[in-house]
């Protein structure tokens, strides 16, 4: 099994930033690609960012381009979500999820195809 856990949300005013990371653990490690999604009370759990595990490729949701930055730390495991310019419509319960088995050198965009998933951490950005 796979377990990814999260952390580093919390409370910050529009405009300022903070980093989310999620660490990856288990026997069932292998290489996959990580993606961070979102879901705000009453909508659905919508794409944020995600990158390769083993080769550096990108991909960001239209939203928060030019705002967030995905990264990770092979040697830790961990992926991280750096969030600048932060605004209340950023508010939401942040998930990291892992896929397995990418099929394709571009990280994944769709739920579904995310293997596992963490518990989420709550960002909320107050105006």
């Known amino acids: 099994q796979v377990q990814l856990v999260e952390s580093g949300g919390g409370l910050v005013q529009a405009g300022g930033s903070l980093r989310l990371a999620c660490a990856a653990s288990?026997?069932?490690?292998?290489?996959?690609?990580m993606g961070w999604f979102r879901q705000a009370p009453g909508k659905e759990r919508e794409f944020v960012a995600a990158?390769?595990?083993?080769?550096?490729?990108?991909n960001y949701a239209d939203s928060v381009k030019g705002r967030f930055t995905i990264s990770r730390d092979n040697a830790k495991n961990t992926v991280y979500l750096t969030m600048n310019s932060l605004k209340p419509e950023d508010t939401a319960v942040y998930y990291c999820?892992?896929?397995?088995?990418?099929?394709?050198?571009?990280?994944?965009?769709?739920?579904?195809?995310?293997?596992?998933w963490g518990q989420g951490t709550q960002v909320t950005v107050s105006s």
């Open positions: 999820a892992g896929d397995v088995n990418p099929l394709s050198t571009i990280p994944g965009t769709r739920r579904d195809v995310y293997d596992y």
């Open positions: 288990g026997r069932s490690f292998t290489t996959y690609t």
């Open positions: 990158i390769s595990w083993s080769v550096i490729v990108t």
